[in-house]
């Protein structure tokens, strides 16, 4: 079988050599060559053609970003961001610009430190190899999403009743864009509540949150443990946590768990679907977004033994239709619906005008 070929771009030499060994480790991974900037990562991936980039958005004369922009639009190949933690706004940046996803560098600076992204990596580029590389999709925002207001701005009241009173949503692999169309799709904050389990590590869930808020008419926040779960609010399961929810003095509850053993992809889609489906029964909805692997599949089906209903999102827009297809594969998904009608299948379901 051909292995796969990566182009390693970092501006530190220490970085480029410490992730080609991590890589070559991978006997389906051939490191193809390296770049030091963003212009010399042009020439490399015009005349190496990898099939895949890690990149440090952080370089001179040309950085990441300038470069992201050019590899998926001109070149269409995927990019893996490998950024420090204290950037988290720029990684979501990134994602939002055609990034498939990112793995967080330690940042405390100290060399050894970076070994521990190794796991990370090499399971995210392992994916890739059993899956398949992904065909580059980007929803398009909505006009209507810009000049929500910053963070800090009021959100409208909600009013009016729902036949459903959850909306739990399941994303890894390309989710974090989907989750932002998704959000700023909206035209106003309707009477049920969302909860969101995104494959994510811990860190980076607080910034991901206030970046959706922004872009949303509800009121979007990381979960904390307690929080109450109310109409026209969304949390999102902390990174490198699960997300569950309980029924205490006739209110739902969040609660924020370590993951178990048990727990492959974390924060856990399936933990926190079948958490909710022991409360809201039929009045709820699971969302199965874009993502690698089989999250989510039996929360579905605990979901559907409930009553519940189900949307998974379509081939058409899924920048990796792993979770999705497994979730079909149930035969218990009630709409297959790209990004773009996802909220409409919800609003129908309400009833919504």
């Known amino acids: 079988?051909?292995?796969?070929?990566?182009?390693?771009?970092?501006?530190?030499?220490?970085?480029?050599?410490?992730?080609?060994k991590m890589l070559e480790g991978?006997?389906?991974?051939?490191?193809?060559?390296?770049?030091?900037?963003?212009e010399e990562g042009i020439h490399k991936?015009?005349?190496?053609?990898?099939?895949?980039?890690?990149?440090?958005?952080?370089?001179?004369?040309?950085?990441?970003?300038?470069l992201l922009r050019i590899l998926t639009v001109r070149y269409s190949t995927p990019v893996i961001v490998v950024s420090a933690l204290s950037g988290a706004d720029k990684v979501f940046k990134a994602l939002e610009l055609g990034a498939l996803d990112f793995v967080a560098k330690p940042s405390s600076g100290a060399s050894n430190d970076l070994l521990l992204i190794r796991e990370d990596l090499q399971q995210k580029v392992l994916q890739f190899v059993n899956q398949g590389l992904p065909r580059l999709k980007q929803p398009q925002l909505p006009s209507h999403e810009r000049g929500r207001g910053d963070a800090g701005a009021a959100k409208p009241g909600v009013v009016g009743q729902s036949p459903f009173d959850l909306v739990a949503?399941?994303?890894?692999?390309?989710?974090?864009?989907?989750?932002?169309?998704?959000?700023?799709?909206?035209?106003?904050?309707?009477?049920?509540?969302?909860?969101?389990?995104?494959?994510?590590?811990?860190?980076?869930?607080?910034?991901?949150?206030?970046?959706l808020n922004r872009a949303s008419l509800f009121e979007v926040k990381e979960a904390v443990d307690g929080d109450l779960v109310l109409p026209g609010r969304a949390l999102i399961a902390p990174g490198g946590s699960n997300l569950v929810l309980e029924r205490h003095d006739g209110r739902a509850v969040a609660r924020v768990v370590p993951p178990t053993s048990a727990d492959r992809?974390?924060?856990?889609?399936?933990?926190?679907?079948?958490?909710?489906?022991?409360?809201?029964?039929?009045?709820?909805?699971?969302?199965?977004?874009t993502g690698m692997g089989n999250d989510g599949t039996k929360g579905v089906r605990k979901v559907k033994d409930q009553g519940g209903f189900v949307i998974a999102e379509s081939d058409e827009t899924a920048v990796v239709y792993g979770m999705p297809r497994e979730a079909v594969a149930t035969g218990l998904v009630d709409r297959v619906a790209p990004m773009h009608c996802v909220h409409r299948e919800i609003l129908a379901k309400g009833s919504f005008t």
Do not use: W
């Open 169 to 211: 949503i399941g994303a890894s692999t390309g989710g974090p864009p989907a989750l932002q169309f998704f959000f700023s799709a909206f035209e106003r904050a309707y009477p049920f509540a969302v909860v969101v389990a995104q494959h994510m590590p811990s860190g980076f869930t607080h910034a991901f949150a206030e970046r």
């Open 1 to 20: 079988m051909r292995r796969l070929k990566v182009l390693v771009v970092d501006d530190s030499a220490f970085s480029r050599r410490t992730i080609t």
């Open 26 to 38: 991978l006997e389906c991974v051939e490191v193809v060559g390296y770049a030091t900037n963003g």
């Open 45 to 66: 991936v015009a005349t190496l053609k990898p099939d895949l980039v890690t990149l440090d958005l952080e370089m001179p004369k040309m950085d990441g970003f300038t």
């Open 265 to 289: 992809y974390v924060p856990s889609v399936d933990v926190l679907l079948e958490s909710c489906a022991d409360i809201y029964k039929k009045r709820m909805i699971a969302v199965i977004l």
